[in-house]
C-alpha cells in the first residue's frame, strides 16, 4: 500500500485557473520529487527538494512552482493552467542514499481546456 | 549527462512466453540501476535493482544483470503471466549529480490469456 498520497487523482480545469496538486508522504523521507509523465510515457524531472525549504528545478523546464514548509507534504502550483499542462504528474520521495529507491504516489492526471 | 534507452516499442505475447526488454544507459562513474513497473491507474513501483558492475537483481520471476562491458541492464522473464501486463521502465541514478533518477520511456507490455 501506498506511503505517498497524491490528490486529487484527477482534475479537469479551465484555462487560467490556479491549481494546487497536493503531495504528503509518512516514511520520513527527506528528498521529494515531482515528474511529468507525458503521453509517450518518458518521465521527465520537473521539481526537487532535498529538506524543508530546499526546492531545486529539475531537467524539465516547467511553470510551476512546489514549496516545501514540512518534510510530509510538497505540494505543486500552476498560477495559470494552460492546455499544454494536460499531462500526469506523479510525485515520489526516497531516503538519502544512492541505492535507495523511489516511492512513488498514484499520480495526478489533469486536463486543462 | 547520464541517460538510459529503451530499444523496443509496445510488447504483445502470449502467456507463458518468454519476454525481454532491452535498456542500454550512459553513464560516467558507477550508477546503479534499476526497473520500475506501473500497472495501469498506478504510479511507479520499484520491480529490482543492481548496484555495481556482475550484480542480478531478481523479483517476481523478472531477472536483469548489470552489463558494464555492454553497459546494458536487460529485463528477462520465462513465463509472463497477464498479471504482468503492465508498463516498465528502466532507470539509473546519477552518482554525480546527488544520485537524481534519470528514466528511460516506457515500454508497454501486453500479455494475453
Known amino acids: 500500500e501506498a506511503d505517498i498520497y497524491q490528490t486529487p487523482r484527477y482534475l479537469v480545469i479551465g484555462t487560467g485557473k490556479k491549481i494546487t496538486l497536493e503531495c504528503s508522504q509518512t516514511?520520513?523521507?527527506?528528498?521529494m520529487y515531482w515528474y511529468q509523465q507525458d503521453p509517450g510515457m518518458e518521465l521527465h524531472l520537473i521539481h526537487y527538494?532535498?529538506?524543508?525549504?530546499?526546492?531545486e528545478k529539475g531537467d524539465l523546464s516547467s511553470e510551476s512552482t512546489v514549496s516545501r514548509i514540512r518534510t510530509e507534504h510538497f505540494p505543486l502550483t500552476l498560477e495559470s493552467a494552460r492546455p499544454s499542462h494536460t499531462s500526469q504528474y506523479l510525485c515520489a520521495s526516497r531516503e538519502t542514499g544512492r541505492d535507495s529507491p523511489l516511492h512513488f504516489g498514484n499520480g495526478t492526471r489533469l486536463t486543462v481546456t | 549527462g547520464n541517460s538510459v534507452t529503451r530499444m523496443e516499442g509496445p510488447v504483445t505475447l502470449s502467456e507463458e512466453a518468454f519476454l525481454t526488454i532491452n535498456c542500454t544507459y550512459t553513464a560516467t562513474g558507477y550508477p546503479s540501476l534499476f526497473w520500475y513497473v506501473q500497472y495501469p491507474g498506478e504510479g511507479l513501483q520499484l520491480l529490482l535493482k543492481a548496484t555495481k558492475a556482475d550484480d542480478k537483481g531478481s523479483n517476481k520471476g523478472f531477472e536483469a544483470t548489470y552489463r558494464k562491458e555492454t553497459t546494458s541492464f536487460h529485463l528477462e522473464k520465462g513465463s509472463v503471466q497477464v498479471s504482468d501486463s503492465a508498463v516498465y521502465f528502466c532507470a539509473l541514478s546519477d552518482p554525480y549529480n546527488d544520485y537524481k533518477l534519470s528514466f528511460g520511456a516506457g515500454t508497454t507490455v501486453t500479455v494475453r490469456a
Open positions: 516514511m520520513g523521507h527527506d528528498k
Open positions: 527538494s532535498y529538506g524543508v525549504n530546499s526546492t
